[in-house]
């Protein structure tokens, strides 16, 4: 807090549940710092459905931080509806699927040092080059329909998905940041959603979730 300049923490969020902790402790400890007023609101990422209810029998939660995008939905099954259905801010992160969804990824593409795409199966052979064919099709669609960027687009998508939803997402300069404002003051429509669907369907024979990104046991 003073390295921030602040007397608070708004949001504080857990970022992965800790197996070795039981969820309660570590719930019970940011309720304490909520009393104290150290922090405004409690979040967790990363956690299932069975964890966060845990961890709202022991302490208030106000949002939840998983990983969400076009190609990753794995959230939909349990995540996603218990978000909504509990008031929870749901904040995705990975909205443009590392890079994928951005528009700027050829198949020359090479990723070195610790880039996490060196191990995303998203963005190994064969499966790269549908993710590929997939991400053409779809800024085909915004373009056609829309008049926006495949970037823009999948913004779009998420936010459509919920009256709570954020999309987050990494930038290496300020200048990457400029589409998103693309992304703002129009909405996708049922037919949108079910056209992406569709591509999806017809592209992407051997689809990878987000998994890889779990820390070890």
Not at 94 to 99: S, T, V
Not at 126 to 139: G, H, W
Not at 163 to 189: N, T, Y
């Amino acid at each position: 807090m003073r390295r921030l300049q602040t007397d608070r923490i708004d949001l504080y969020q857990v970022h992965w549940p800790d197996n070795k902790v039981p969820i309660a402790e570590t719930a019970e400890a940011l309720a304490q710092l909520q009393r104290e007023g150290k922090i405004l609101e409690i979040g967790v990422s990363n956690f299932s459905p069975e964890q966060m209810a845990v961890w709202q029998k022991n302490a208030p939660l106000h949002s939840v931080q998983p990983p969400y995008n076009i190609f990753e939905r794995e959230i939909e099954k349990d995540v996603l509806p218990y978000a909504q259905s509990h008031g929870l801010m749901v904040l995705a992160y990975g909205a443009i699927c590392r890079g994928l969804l951005s528009g700027k990824i050829t198949a020359k593409r090479e990723f070195q040092g610790d880039d996490l795409r060196r191990i995303d199966p998203k963005f190994q052979e064969p499966r790269f080059s549908q993710y590929l064919n997939a991400v053409d099709q779809l800024a085909r669609l915004a373009k056609e329909r829309h008049e926006k960027s495949i970037l823009a687009f999948a913004i779009r998508w998420v936010l459509d998905r919920g009256d709570r939803m954020v999309a987050l997402w990494g930038a290496r300069s300020a200048e990457q940041l400029d589409p998103c404002q693309e992304a703002f003051g129009w909405k996708l429509s049922d037919d949108d959603y079910t056209a992406v669907d569709q591509i999806l369907a017809e592209t992407i024979k051997d689809p990878a979730g987000p998994e890889f990104m779990a820390p070890p046991e």
